[in-house]
């Protein structure tokens, strides 16, 4: 080995001079303490001697005393190298570890540390049973935390609706991570899977109070009335919870809370959220992709009444389909006039239209968050021909990936939603519940780019295209300016005193969540 003069080998030469000078003295010394010791232990001056005569020389006395020394060094060492070695392996093995175990450990998907919990006197329990579709119970879901925590009272982790339309039987863990939910809002509100068992028993034998809150309601209804009967009953039950608290006029603290449920608590079951990571990562690897809420389900057709672009045939499909379903109230529908009054949804043609004339990138990804496009071989032609990277969660996965959310429409639109807010850009074509939600959430996440397509303005101009009234250019250069102000950019939510179906929706805008909203 080549070590500079400061090094190891340098220093043992250095040793070896002293010890020659002091070479005899040593030595006598060293046979004096051998004869002495041998002597005690009983050992033969015969023995002795012959050990002596043997060749126990000095100078292989000081060699073994140097190979002594040098191989204690270098044990050492390596048990230092060796120490360090383990520590690194462990530290790795433990980081791993961390990464799966701990989570499994905590029933969540992520290691976080509990916050406290808030101890309250209890003043009775709520049970709620949502309805509507996915987002329609989202909101729903966070309406229903806020109204417990600051009744407080005790919420039983809601029930999910199973009898809408939908006929989609998924309960609240089958879409959400329950055990987060409760433990994330440990602090704020005491949330339990089940009644307890004193509760349950009272409500076998009494049966429960139910009824359904007043929609739009502020908190001063559920601080006087609500609580009162909580308080009576001890537990009761919400048949309803779409809408059941205003949109305006309720304290910060409330509000934030509502956020803080919708965009943080609410987190998806690990199975959803394990395959729409997958579609995320593999749109990410080739390149923008854009989210297309393409509302032209055949369901959707014929609940809105909306034939544009419908043959005879469809026409009369889509019609026997309406009169099918009782709660849909709205039977005779003037497509017509509704289509111009901006309250149909676009169909893919006019969508495609669209697209083009606000400059979309025609190979940028387009995904379409929807179920089963009507007549889409026909209908999805221009749109296709349009942006040819059309894709759907069906074309970038496995059968084998999606075989466990097959007949959950819940399910399949928690995939969509999070691939929604994941996206570069969000165009929805309908302003149904998932559009309202969606379009918040990426407010809340930074102002994600939010095409707002005003529908009303939209089908006006493109009649006025297709009739040759406007070129491609003018057609293009007004719709820009249509939409100049309606890309999820920050605004003020509006307010319509007595009409909170008018007004915008509080989770389509949570300014009082926002960090940055323009002033009036």
């Known amino acids: 080995m080549d070590y500079n003069k400061n090094g190891f080998e340098d220093s043992e030469k250095e040793k070896e001079k002293p010890y020659n000078k002091i070479k005899l003295r040593y030595m006598g010394v060293l046979k004096a303490e051998i004869l002495k010791d041998m002597i005690i232990r009983g050992m033969k001056a015969e023995k002795l001697k012959s050990m002596i005569n043997a060749g126990m020389k000095a100078e292989k006395l000081k060699g073994m005393m140097v190979a002594r020394s040098r191989l204690a060094w270098l044990k050492l060492w390596a048990v230092r190298a060796t120490t360090m070695v383990l520590l690194w392996a462990i530290a790795m093995q433990l980081r791993v570890i961390g990464g799966t175990l701990g989570p499994r450990m905590l029933k969540s998907r992520v290691a976080y540390s509990l916050p406290p919990e808030r101890v309250y006197e209890n003043n009775g329990y709520l049970m709620v049973s949502c309805n509507g579709g996915l987002n329609q119970m989202r909101a729903g879901i966070c309406d229903m935390v806020a109204i417990a925590r600051y009744m407080n009272v005790t919420l039983i982790v809601p029930e999910l609706d199973n009898t809408s339309f939908w006929n989609d039987y998924s309960q609240f863990q089958d879409i959400f991570d329950v055990d987060y939910f409760i433990t994330s809002l440990r602090d704020e ?21 139910s009824m359904p809150p007043i929609s739009w309601s502020n908190m001063t209804y559920y601080y006087t009335t609500i609580l009162t009967r909580i308080k009576t009953y001890e537990v009761v039950h919400f048949q309803k919870t779409d809408a059941r608290l205003a949109n305006n006029g309720i304290p910060e603290e409330v509000q934030k809370l509502r956020c803080r449920v919708n965009y943080e608590a609410l987190k998806f079951a690990p199975p959803i959220e394990e395959v729409a990571k997958k579609i995320v990562s593999i749109l990410r690897e080739r390149g923008p992709f854009l989210v297309l809420h393409l509302r032209y389900e055949m369901d959707m057709v014929a609940f809105s009444g909306c034939i544009e672009g419908c043959n005879e045939e469809e026409i009369e499909e889509t019609t026997k389909m309406r009169y099918a379903y009782p709660w849909w109230k709205e039977k005779e529908i003037d497509s017509v006039n509704k289509r111009k009054a901006g309250l149909c949804p676009l169909t893919p043609e006019e ?19 929807a179920g089963q496009i009507y007549k889409g071989e026909r209908r999805m032609a221009t749109l296709r021909e349009a942006f040819p990277n059309i894709v759907r969660k069906e074309t970038l996965l496995d059968p084998s990936d999606l075989m466990p959310f097959q007949n959950h429409s819940n399910q399949m639109a928690a995939i969509d939603y999070y691939v929604a807010i994941e996206s570069d850009i969000f165009v929805p074509t309908y302003g149904g519940n998932m559009t309202k939600v969606v379009e918040g959430h990426r407010r809340y996440l930074g102002f994600k780019k939010t095409i707002l397509l005003d529908r009303k303005v939209l089908v006006e101009l493109i009649d006025q295209y297709k009739n040759g009234t ?33 007004e915008d929706y509080f989770y389509t805008n949570p300014q009082e969540c926002l960090s940055s909203v323009a002033e009036p």
């Open 470 to 502: 406007l070129t491609w250019d003018e057609f293009s250069v007004s719709v820009k300016a249509a939409h100049a102000d309606r890309m999820g950019n920050p605004i003020r939510r509006s307010e319509v005193p007595g009409k909170p179906k008018e």
């Open 351 to 369: 969508t495609a239209l669209a697209l083009r004339a606000l400059d979309i990138d025609r190979n940028i990804q387009v995904y379409i968050a």
């Open 189 to 209: 509100v005491r949330i339990l899977k089940e009644l307890p068992p004193a509760q349950q028993k009272k409500v076998e034998l009494e049966s429960r109070f």
